[in-house]
């Protein structure tokens, strides 16, 4: 592990989270993923962390930024999206890294239709947020910073 990677956290948005804030506001908001990224990273900075936030709607590329976040990366925070419900590459991949990862969701995907119910991504996760909106990211940021210092 590198300097850089003792101070980042890598935050990664599955598919369609490019698309907050122009469709769908009823389910997921009007703040759009940039603001996300603006908030987080100003809440990062005051907890002495920098942020690597990404985008894809490619899964591989997920697989590959996890890979990746084992050397790049404090912690991870990832709302992997449709994929947390399909996906068991996003699941060895997480499980094959020794980061911690923070599985987030916008909505509560308990209060919604019963596939959202099972996630391949919760059992490799430190932990889940789901439910609060941007705020999660915020909650991610906290509970990563928490456990790290638990740790030192
Ligand atoms: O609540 C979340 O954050 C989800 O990860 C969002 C995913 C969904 O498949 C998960 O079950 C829960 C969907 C992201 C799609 O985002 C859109 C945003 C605006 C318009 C359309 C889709």
């Known amino acids: 592990m590198n300097d850089t990677a ?7 948005n599955g598919p369609n989270l490019n698309l907050l804030g122009t469709r769908e506001p009823e389910t997921y ?3 759009t993923l940039s603001e996300i990224e603006a908030s987080s990273t100003a809440h990062a900075a005051q907890t002495g962390y920098a942020l690597d936030f990404r985008q ?4 591989g590329t997920l697989v590959d930024w996890i890979q990746e976040g084992a050397t790049s990366a404090k912690g991870i925070i990832l709302n992997a999206a449709a994929y947390t419900h399909t996906s068991v590459a996003i699941h060895d991949a997480i499980a094959a890294i020794n980061v911690p990862v923070v599985e987030v969701h916008l909505s509560n995907v308990f209060a919604r239709e019963e ?3 099972h996630s ?3 059992d490799v996760a430190a932990g889940v947020i789901c439910g609060f909106g941007p705020h999660g990211y915020i909650l991610a940021i906290d509970a990563l910073v928490g456990m790290l210092r638990d740790q030192s």
């Open 56 to 59: 894809t709607n490619i899964e």
């Open 115 to 117: 596939y959202r119910h």
């Open 29 to 31: 908001g009007s703040v």
């Open 120 to 122: 391949y991504v919760s």
């Open 6 to 12: 003792s101070q980042t956290f890598l935050v990664l």
